[in-house]
């Protein structure tokens, strides 16, 4: 299973990195974790045409504002679109004229599908979701894939939540949206760091880095690298937009 990242920015787009999203590639299915400015980054990459899955996390413009690229992505088909029940009408909303092309403007069919945390949508992608703690609602997720666990918790501070989805995975993709903390409803390194035994994961991939502690590429791997906590059996990745793993 393949793991790229093709947006890795929160906030807004500098530094030629986008957005949030990232692209796994599993053997049946394609899954895209958010809808940021990431999402043209794929028709910069190679990957094989299947049905696709895309979760939302929450409808904050840097998730979400790649809907208006989706009409020129190569390569999708049978795209599904997941998110919480409570964003739904909304997220319509948004992807509709005037703001974007309507549905039957696209190549593809699209179908939206909606979910809560006590009623699963019957989809061939075994997953549990939980509420984050963010200004507004963020949803994290746990995927049970090929017979690895993948975790994807953006937009939220600490919480038990987190913790429970990133527990027993193999990979926990995770926000790293400040150095130290100044917001409250994100998480900081420095939170992560001191926490790395909590998240009960074998890898943590940091992303959705904010342009105000890392305004360029390279300050996060200034500001990040040789300062992790050495916890056993825990690797920390920093990530930059096509930037790619196997799990």
């Given at each position: 299973m393949k793991v790229t990242f093709l947006?890795?920015?929160?906030?807004?787009?500098?530094?030629?990195?986008?957005?949030?999203?990232?692209?796994?590639?599993?053997?049946?299915?394609?899954?895209?974790?958010?809808?940021?400015?990431?999402i043209k980054n794929l028709n910069k990459i190679k990957f094989k045409k299947k049905e696709t899955f895309i979760f939302i996390s929450h409808l904050h413009l840097d998730h979400v504002?790649?809907?208006?690229?989706?009409?020129?992505?190569?390569n999708l088909e049978n795209i599904k679109i997941i998110l919480h029940k409570k964003y739904q009408k909304k997220f319509k909303d948004i992807f509709n004229q005037p703001y974007t092309l309507k549905?039957?403007?696209?190549?593809?069919?699209?179908?939206?599908?909606?979910?809560?945390?006590?009623?699963?949508?019957?989809?061939?992608?075994?997953?549990?979701?939980?509420?984050?703690?963010?200004?507004?609602?963020?949803?994290?997720?746990?995927?049970?894939?090929?017979?690895?666990?993948?975790?994807?918790?953006?937009?939220?501070?600490?919480?038990?939540?987190?913790?429970?989805?990133?527990?027993?995975?193999?990979?926990?993709?995770?926000?790293?949206?400040?150095y130290k903390k100044k917001k409250n409803f994100h998480l900081s390194f420095k939170e992560i760091n001191k926490n790395l035994y909590k998240?009960?994961?074998?890898?943590?991939?940091?992303?959705?880095?904010?342009?105000?502690?890392?305004?360029?590429?390279?300050?996060?791997?200034?500001k990040l690298k040789n300062k992790v906590n050495l916890i056993k059996n825990i690797k920390l990745l920093i990530t930059r937009d096509l930037f790619s793993l196997k799990v």
């Open positions: 947006g890795t920015n929160g906030w807004y787009n500098y530094d030629n990195q986008e957005t949030s999203c990232v692209l796994v590639e599993s053997k049946k299915y394609n899954l895209i974790f958010d809808l940021g400015s990431g504002i790649g809907i208006h690229y989706l009409s020129s992505i190569n549905f039957n403007y696209y190549k593809n069919k699209i179908k939206i599908i909606s979910f809560d945390e006590k009623k699963i949508p019957k989809i061939p992608i075994k997953f549990i979701t939980k509420k984050l703690k963010h200004s507004d609602p963020s949803y994290g997720f746990k995927f049970f894939l090929d017979k690895k666990v993948i975790s994807y918790c953006t937009d939220t501070k600490l919480c038990q939540n987190l913790f429970d989805l990133s527990s027993g995975t193999d990979l926990s993709i995770i926000e790293c949206n400040q998240f009960g994961t074998k890898k943590i991939a940091l992303t959705h880095f904010g342009p105000e502690d890392f305004f360029s590429v390279n300050q996060r791997f200034y």
